[in-house]
């Protein structure tokens, strides 16, 4: 039987869509095999966020071309998209994609064991209007993903995402929905909404919003858990806030990227809002659903950022309260404005910032953790480690509890007892 490895580099999205391709080597004959064996095919989805992404992304398309040389190597996604001809220069490579046609990447890969020509099929994404629909009904975890748009409209100074993905472009309704029903009738209980702009749904279809697509999904019968992977604060309309409140399906936990908590770095970012704005809304939501867990993206070393600013940013992190941080150094982009900027920051500077974003993290964790002890949680279990029983609550702070019982893929009640290096509790009578 024929193999084929995946190497995913980068976010949710990404993952979606090895895993979707992953499908299509199924159902063409492909058996899936770990990355560190040998196998017929080696795909790796890139990843261009950062120069890690990049050498990263460089360095396991090398590994697989070492691993066997006769094998037919693919290099996709969005470093794919962005710098084609830096992968092209590998000796070895096979086949490079950017962030279209991926449905065709079994047919390209057979194309290529046929002539032994280098196959490169990539296409400007400016004029890209399409949502490629990639389907998945099988996943490694117990919580589904749900790939619900591509692209993003916002060009913020730092960011290479809309020159690699395109503008916004929202699923179909009814495939949203259609994919969603199947899911739920695989066994999955929780889905999460994922995109490159997520939120950002609706904004290129005519009289149907983000707001209305959650509306319609709750109502599927069987799924008891829907997760926002990410939205910014301007996205949260009331109707979102009453919806989130009145419904106990959406869960008490939202990702609402802040990048940086100082209005003048924000203003360098092209980022829409300011911190009174920002917090406007945090605080408005909470007024209405006290209970909910905020987490967010902060980006430290921003062109320009001096001590002051980013002395702004850690106590506005503070002020907001949140209950987890993703904090990342800043990363020159060729071709976007922030890298043409003056006073960048040095890397000694980035990571000092990042240890100390990282150290609050941390304590905000462990506060936002305790104020859940002796409170009943609703928890799905995802993995066995031994004897306990391991998962994310709907707040998405993990919990394990000591069983036997076979439980992971389910939501059970969790009466939380303490906390060592996560809470920890027993289910509830």
């Known amino acids: 039987m024929k193999t084929v490895a995946f190497h995913t580099l980068g976010c949710k999205v990404n993952t979606y869509e090895s895993n979707a391709m992953l499908k299509i080597f199924q159902d063409a004959g492909y058996q899936e095999v770990d990355f560190k064996e040998v196998a017929d095919v080696y795909v790796i989805n890139t990843c261009t966020v950062t120069n890690t992404g990049d050498s990263k992304s460089r360095q396991m398309i090398r590994k697989a071309i070492r691993k066997n040389p006769e094998a037919v190597v693919c290099a996709v996604g969005c470093y794919s998209q962005v710098a084609p001809e830096d992968i092209e220069q590998i000796e070895g490579i096979g086949v490079v994609l950017g962030t279209q046609y991926r449905k065709e990447i079994v047919d390209l890969v057979e194309e290529y064991q046929k002539t032994n020509q280098k196959i490169v099929k990539v296409d400007s994404v400016k004029n890209l209007r ?233 304590q905000l964790n462990y506060d936002f953790a305790m104020k859940q002890i002796d409170k009943t949680l609703k928890v799905l279990f995802e993995k066995r480690l031994g004897d306990y029983l391991i998962g994310h609550a709907s707040d998405y702070l993990q919990v394990k509890v000591k069983t036997n019982e076979n439980l992971i893929g389910e939501i059970v009640n969790i009466k939380i007892e303490k906390y060592s290096d996560m809470l920890e509790g027993s289910i509830a009578s």
């Open 130 to 362: 399409k949502f490629e629909d990639l389907n998945i009904d099988r996943f490694k975890n117990t919580r589904a993903f749900l790939k619900i748009q591509d692209g993003c409209n916002n060009f913020c100074t730092y960011c290479i995402i809309p020159y690699a993905r395109g503008r916004v472009r929202s699923r179909k309704p009814e495939s949203v929905l259609k994919q969603a029903e199947l899911l739920v009738s695989r066994g999955y209980v929780e889905i999460v909404l994922t995109g490159i702009h997520t939120a950002g749904y609706g904004e290129d279809l005519e009289n149907y919003s983000f707001y209305d697509l959650l509306v319609d999904l709750v109502k599927i019968k069987g799924l008891k858990r829907l997760r926002i992977s990410s939205i910014e604060t301007s996205q949260i309309t009331d109707e979102i806030i009453d919806l989130i409140g009145s419904n106990d399906i959406i869960v008490d936990h939202l990702h609402v990227p802040l990048q940086s908590g100082c209005d003048a770095t924000l203003k360098r970012m092209n980022r829409k809002y300011t911190t009174e704005q920002y917090l406007e809304k945090i605080n408005k939501i909470r007024s209405y659903l006290p209970n909910i867990a905020f987490t967010t993206d902060v980006i430290v070393g921003f062109p320009g950022e001096t001590d002051e600013e980013f002395q702004a940013t850690y106590d506005f992190i503070k002020k907001v309260n949140y209950s987890q941080l993703h904090v990342f150094p800043y990363s020159p982009r060729k071709n976007t404005p922030a890298a043409k900027m003056k006073d960048q920051v040095n890397d000694q500077v980035k990571h000092q910032r990042v240890e100390r974003l990282l150290e609050l993290s941390k």
